[in-house]
Nanobody, 126 residues
Framework: QVQLVESGGGSVQAGGSLRLSCAAS????????MGWFRQAPGKEREGVAT????????HYADSVKGRFTISQDNANDPVYLQMNSLKPEDTAMYYC???????????????????WGQGTQVTVSS
């Protein structure tokens, strides 16, 4: 059983930055996709950023493009989400997930996520 542990959440003012980390309990070689998702109170969970570890291509939600960066140096390292220019609407519980590539698409790629972390809270005040 893979366990994913997120850290790095907290409270910041608008315009500030946070860096989230996601560490896996063991090497998850069979999982070639890592992603960050978020869920705000009363809203559905949404994908924020995904990285395909085959060639480290990335995909971002339109709402975070140019502000957030997902990265992982190699398969044994944590997955990071660097969040800059934070806005109050970024306030949510952020979850890390591990999964597998389903297909490449015209706009990027699609993954199916099987394992989820417990989440870390990000609060951005105006």
């Amino acid at each position: 059983q893979v366990q994913l542990v997120e850290s790095g959440g907290g409270s910041v003012q608008a315009g500030g930055s946070l860096r989230l980390s996601c560490a896996a309990s063991r090497y998850i070689s069979s999982y070639n996709c890592m992603g960050w998702f978020r869920q705000a109170p009363g809203k559905e969970r949404e994908g924020v950023a995904t990285i395909y570890r085959g060639d480290f291509r990335t995909h971002y939600a339109d709402s975070v493009k140019g502000r957030f960066t997902i990265s992982q140096d190699n398969a044994n390292d944590p997955v990071y989400l660097q969040m800059n220019s934070l806005k109050p609407e970024d306030t949510a519980m952020y979850y890390c997930a591990a999964g597998v590539l389903v297909e490449f698409t015209v706009t990027g790629f699609r993954c199916e996520f099987n394992y989820w972390g417990q989440g870390t809270q990000v609060t951005v005040s105006s």
